[in-house]
């Protein structure tokens, strides 16, 4: 035991690299888990967690909701039959699944802020952030898909919308990540001429 923390002090990478993956797949691992808890049917269901905790119908209303929202004030009349579907009229819909909630790129994104080093709220306002451009970009995805439905845009209804979301979310988590070391390297060098706070602002 002495031995591994030596090393994880001596090579600091190492134990960000440990604690981002055991961070990263703890989350990630975690949706299917819970998806079976909430599911009818499952062998680890409990009615009392879908009823009062469900966390995939809460995350799915909201994107679907944000996404009317943002339609009607664009002028378009949109009907839903259920929190995870919408339309423009009688055009095609967008149903939203828990595999386009995004969970895989939000982990990711949580996971690399938490093995960071930093004051814990340093860390829950990166994480935050990050999940905030996440959440605003899935929320165009849909609203545009249901556009180019209604006006049927071969260019967008024609691609994969769940690999083109994926792309585009882990560009802008790079970005992020980039921003990020950025403000870190800026903190650690005015902690370092001894004017450093608890953390820098984004």
């Not at 995350?59 to 929190?83: M, P, R, V």
């Not at 545009?144 to 439905?149: E, G, H, M, S």
């Amino acid at each position: 035991m002495n031995f591994i923390k030596s090393i994880l002090n001596k090579n600091p990478a190492y134990f960000f690299l440990l604690k981002f993956l055991f961070t990263f797949f703890t989350l990630y691992f975690f949706f299917p888990f819970y998806r079976g808890v909430i599911a009818p049917g499952g062998q680890i269901y409990f009615p009392y967690f879908e009823s009062h905790f469900n966390l995939v119908t809460s995350l799915t209303s909201f994107l679907t909701c944000s996404a009317k929202f943002l339609l009607e004030a664009a002028g378009f009349d949109i009907f839903q039959n259920n929190y995870q579907s919408l339309r423009i009229g009688y055009s095609k819909g967008v149903t939203v699944n828990p595999s386009c909630l995004g969970w895989a790129v939000m982990s990711f994104w949580v996971a690399f802020v938490f093995a960071n080093k930093g004051a814990l709220q340093y860390k829950l306002k990166w994480m935050t952030f990050g999940l905030v451009a996440v959440f605003l970009l899935n929320i165009t995805r849909i609203a545009l898909i249901a556009v180019a439905n209604h006006l049927n845009w071969q260019p967008i209804t024609s691609l994969d919308h769940h690999q083109t979301f994926n792309v585009a979310s882990y560009v802008c988590i790079a970005i992020l990540i980039g921003w990020y070391i950025s403000v870190q390297k800026k903190y650690e060098r005015i902690n370092s001429a001894g004017q450093g706070s608890e953390f820098v602002a984004i």
